[in-house]
């Protein structure tokens, strides 16, 4: 999941049901089109890129960008995130096969996808129609789904086709270090509500921060943190020795074009202390910050609780992603 998100995003990954119809939809499905935004994830050692996660993003006609934390309760609650998250594994991988071979491409899948027994055919159908090898291809789930016996037949399938898996949102549940480890987790992501509120003195963030990233070493497993927002956030996690990080202090989620560039540099090097991100010389809070990256953002949260409320039907999704070959970067 994205670090930073704006205000009001939230997240469905177990049996929760929402229903209502999506604000603006009519009979034909969702109005808009999907597209992926890709956020770097950056090496604590070297500032060098070690690949993207590809971010969900929905272009609404008249709301602007929907992020996933409203289109996803939906998508999960009447099968949609099937069609979806099929889409996404297939944008996702046929952009990463033109990036250089060094970077990674973590996609993050719903349970409700796990669950089904569906997420390993679609794994494998996106690398075998890219060509990206699945070493290159991580996974990222969240702590419930290793934990569900369902969900974890299908991790295992994934991870037997040589895909990274990576669990993401680490520190909230705390599911047993010895369950990730024997579902051959790689990757632990610190969940970003720890890392953003750091601070050199302040106890239970720190402590959690330094904690998960050591469990993880004794593992053999790496660490991601999210939410990294400011050079004091990427000195502590690189003091506690996390191996990686993201968070808009190193870039916020791009577009394919702006990520792609980022790829092909191979004398990119992401400051670990000082401004953070600038593009054209102007530093990201001017240039683009949490909350203006979707304009219509609160309005159509607003709505969409209005239509849980009120509890009427849910509108079908399928024709919205299935087919889509065009460009979705923003």
């Known amino acids: 999941m994205p670090s930073a998100p704006p205000a009001g995003e939230r997240r469905v990954d177990d049996d929760t049901e929402l229903e209502g119809p999506w604000p603006g939809a009519d009979q034909s499905g969702l109005m808009g089109e999907p597209r992926l935004a890709y956020q770097p994830v950056v090496d604590l050692g070297s500032g060098k890129l070690l690949g993207f996660e590809a971010l969900l993003r929905w272009q609404h006609p008249t709301e602007g960008l929907v992020p996933p934390g409203l289109l996803i309760p939906w998508a999960e609650a009447n099968g949609d995130i099937v069609t979806i998250g099929d889409w996404v594994l297939q944008e996702g991988c046929r952009r990463a096969a033109e990036w250089p071979a060094s970077l990674q491409l973590a996609v993050n899948c719903s349970i409700v996808q796990l669950r089904r027994g569906v997420a390993a055919s679609a794994v494998a159908a996106a690398l075998a129609e890219s060509g990206l090898a699945a ?8 702590e419930h789904a290793v934990g ?7 991790l295992r399938a994934i991870s037997a086709m040589g895909v990274q898996l990576a669990v993401d949102d680490v520190g909230t549940s705390w599911t047993s270090f010895e369950l990730l480890r024997r579902m051959a987790v790689n990757t632990i992501k610190i969940d970003g509500s720890f890392v953003s509120e750091l601070e050199p003195h302040q106890g239970i ?24 927002e400011s050079a004091l956030h990427a000195g502590i996690v690189k003091e506690f020795d996390s191996d990686a990080a993201q968070g808009y202090f190193f870039a916020p989620p791009l577009d394919v074009a702006r ?17 953070g991100w600038t593009d054209d010389g102007v530093a990201w809070p001017a240039q683009l910050s949490p909350a203006g990256e979707d304009d219509g953002h609160v309005a159509v949260a607003a709505a969409i609780d209005a239509a849980i409320e009120q509890e009427t039907p849910l509108v079908d999704l399928e024709a919205v992603a299935a087919g889509d070959e065009g460009e979705t970067g923003g």
């Open 135 to 142: 070493d290159r291809l991580t996974i990222e789930v969240t």
């Open 148 to 154: 569900d016996e369902a969900a974890a037949k299908e």
């Open 205 to 228: 963030n720190r402590m959690v921060v330094e904690t998960v990233v050591h469990l993880a070493h004794s593992a053999g497993m790496s660490t991601v943190a999210e939410g990294v």
């Open 259 to 275: 990520a792609t560039e980022l790829a092909n540099d191979p004398d990119l090097r992401f400051p670990l202390d000082g401004p």
